[in-house]
């Protein structure tokens, strides 16, 4: 039972545009989301999350949005450069306050071309 | 400053060998979590330690899993009798009590032969 999915495992995009990911969740106890981003032989790193009160948030380059009544979030990536090339996880937690166990998603490998 | 250290980086064990992976979490972090990646597959959640005490050990695949945390500090993940199923990339994580960010370390890839 997969309750957060990553239905795109790949993704291509020229260096400059935007980049699009995107994840979709099950369970509407989820109020917490979260991306990761991961390059070989290394764990992942924490990108940029948002609670479930929110619906947008901006850190540089990098926005989530969250639209929770269709269970769905996005990563934007814009400019995207060669140095985001990766794989991205989105993950999601439930339980606000306290540190608790994320599911994630299977993953998409994002390409940036030149 | 240091981030999470885990050890060893790559294992190679024979089917029904015990294993034991090692985590070394940032100083200071009172929570742990370990999960696994297995070939083409998301991480998936093992167990989580609040200081040594671990209120969630839902998805220890089997009893062959155990894992255990001492002094807030280090913890050892261990699999009894491996099998090839356990061939995975064993990843730890920490975080502070109140936070949802957790820091990776660079994991332990187990290859059950």
């Known amino acids: 039972d997969q309750q957060v999915k990553q239905n795109s495992p790949s993704l291509s995009v020229q260096e400059g545009r935007i980049s699009i990911l995107n994840c979709d969740y099950t369970?509407?106890?989820?109020?917490?989301f979260l991306w990761y981003k991961k390059y070989p032989a290394e764990g992942p790193t924490f990108l940029i999350s948002i609670s479930s009160i929110k619906d947008k948030n901006e850190d540089g380059r990098f926005t989530v949005f969250l639209n929770k009544s269709a269970k769905h979030l996005s990563l934007h990536i814009v400019p995207s450069q060669p140095g985001d090339s990766a794989v991205y996880f989105c993950a999601a937690s439930k339980g606000t306050g306290t540190a608790s166990k994320l599911t994630f998603g299977t993953g998409t490998r994002l390409q940036v071309t030149l | 400053g240091a981030g999470v250290s885990q050890s060893p980086s790559n294992k190679v064990t024979e089917k029904g060998k015990d294993v034991e992976l090692r985590c070394d979490p940032i100083s200071g972090h009172t929570a742990l979590y370990w999960y696994r990646q297995r070939l083409g597959q998301g991480l998936e959640f093992l167990i989580y330690f609040q200081g040594n005490s671990a209120p969630d050990k839902s998805g220890l695949p089997s009893d062959r899993f155990s894992a255990e945390r001492t002094g807030e500090s280090v913890s050892t993940l261990t699999i009894q009798r491996t099998q090839q199923e356990d061939s995975a990339v064993y990843l730890c994580?920490?975080?502070?009590?109140?936070?949802?960010?957790?820091?990776f370390g660079p994991g332990t890839r187990l290859t059950v032969t």
């Open positions: 994580a920490s975080s502070f009590r109140q936070g949802y960010e957790q820091y």
């Open positions: 369970n509407s106890m989820f109020d917490y």
